[in-house]
């Protein structure tokens, strides 16, 4: 049974880089054929795909966020962090991680093992 975990700062201050960690046990982020994710909830607001990392290491971003998003991983502790710099108060969120098999990508929250979610909060 897999599982992941969010962890990070609740808090962020604008202009600031949003750092998060998700660690994962009972399955290896090197398996394939799964899309290694994070996504995001605003308040009021459906979900919004950050992008994610393959087994092989590869990258997507979505191209709204791509230019300050970075999502990278660490296969000897096996977990996979998410870096997005800049943010303002309208990155405030519930931040989740979640494996999806690759052709359940954007289907929805049923879809894959996720995290619980964690809130960040962009404020001064």
């Known amino acids: 049974q897999v599982q992941l975990q969010e962890s990070g700062p609740g808090l962020v201050k604008p202009s600031q880089t949003l750092s998060l960690t998700c660690t994962v046990s009972?399955?290896?982020?090197?398996?394939?054929?799964?899309?290694w994710s994070w996504i995001r909830q605003p308040p009021g607001k459906g979900l919004e795909w950050i992008g994610y990392i393959r087994s092989s290491g590869t990258t997507y971003y979505n191209p709204s966020l791509k230019s300050r998003t970075s999502i990278s991983r660490d296969t000897s502790k096996n977990q996979f962090t998410l870096q997005l710099s800049s943010v303002t108060p309208e990155d405030t969120a519930v931040y989740y991680c979640?494996?999806?098999?690759?052709?359940?990508?954007?289907?929805?929250?049923?879809?894959?093992?996720w995290g619980q979610g964690t809130q960040v909060t962009v404020s001064s």
């Open positions: 979640a494996r999806v098999y690759y052709s359940d990508y954007e289907k929805g929250r049923d879809f894959g093992s």
């Open positions: 009972g399955g290896s982020i090197t398996t394939a054929y799964y899309f």
